[in-house]
């Protein structure tokens, strides 16, 4: 028997710290590639932040612990469900641009496998990541590691995971992270020092093709994306 090739997918990375609106506006433009033509190439975007703050469609500002108008950073109103939550160097981001519809057409079912990877990578370090039922996101001993906030439009997903590495914890004791009250943030450094982002993020990406079943590939030059 002759099992099918797993299909591609676009791999962009940025080394470089990227500012939030940049990295916004390239899902958006991939988001709309395939949106015209649903089965084209899906995509996938691994980056760092430049510091700044994001809020999700629904969120109010309860949980910011500054004056919105007068933000210590960057402060982003965006398309994604959740609350608010912190990116800067140190933390990878991972944004999926997917045809949800070829991976269970389930909204929930996506939102366990971007956790399940997450889980998944940390058991390559001998390191046991957790749910917690209600919440959406990955735990290790209590710390949250890991925030997930996703949007689709008609099944094409844009945002996806962060995955506090190596970053400093500081910015986010201006927040309330993701609105919940009683569970601290954590980064993995703490219990493993000796990694950093820029280890994680070859054991990040094949955990991810691992657990969506595809390869990723680098973009043609038809496929660049200026800008960011």
């Known amino acids: 028997m002759t099992l099918a090739p797993k299909p591609d997918a676009i791999l962009f990375e940025s080394v470089d710290p990227v500012p939030f609106p940049a990295a916004w506006d390239a899902q958006r433009r991939l988001q709309q590639r395939l949106l015209q033509d649903p089965a084209g190439p899906e995509a996938l975007l691994l980056l760092e932040h430049e510091p700044c703050y994001t809020l999700g469609r629904g969120a109010g500002t309860a949980h910011l612990r500054f004056d919105p108008a007068d933000p210590p950073l960057p402060l982003h109103r965006i398309d994604r469900g959740g609350e608010v939550t912190h990116h800067l160097p140190g933390q990878l981001v991972l944004y999926p641009v997917l045809n949800l519809q070829r ?3 389930d909204l929930h079912l996506y939102l366990r496998l971007l956790e399940q990877v997450v889980i998944d990578l940390l058991g390559t370090f001998g390191l046991e990541g957790e749910r917690i039922e209600g919440l959406t996101g990955v735990w290790l001993e209590g710390r949250k590691l890991a925030a997930i906030g996703v949007g689709a439009r008609r ?15 500081q910015g986010f004791e201006a927040i309330v992270p993701c609105g919940i009250v009683d569970r601290p943030v954590g980064r993995l450094a703490d219990w493993r ?9 070859q054991p990040l990406l094949a955990c991810f093709a691992g657990r969506f079943q595809m390869r990723l590939r680098h973009p043609m030059p038809q496929e660049t994306l200026a800008g960011w």
């Open 193 to 201: 020092p000796d990694l950093t982002a820029a280890d994680l993020r």
């Open 155 to 169: 099944w094409i997903s844009q945002h996806g995971l962060a995955l506090n590495v190596d970053c400093d914890l």
């Open 103 to 105: 991976h269970g057409g």
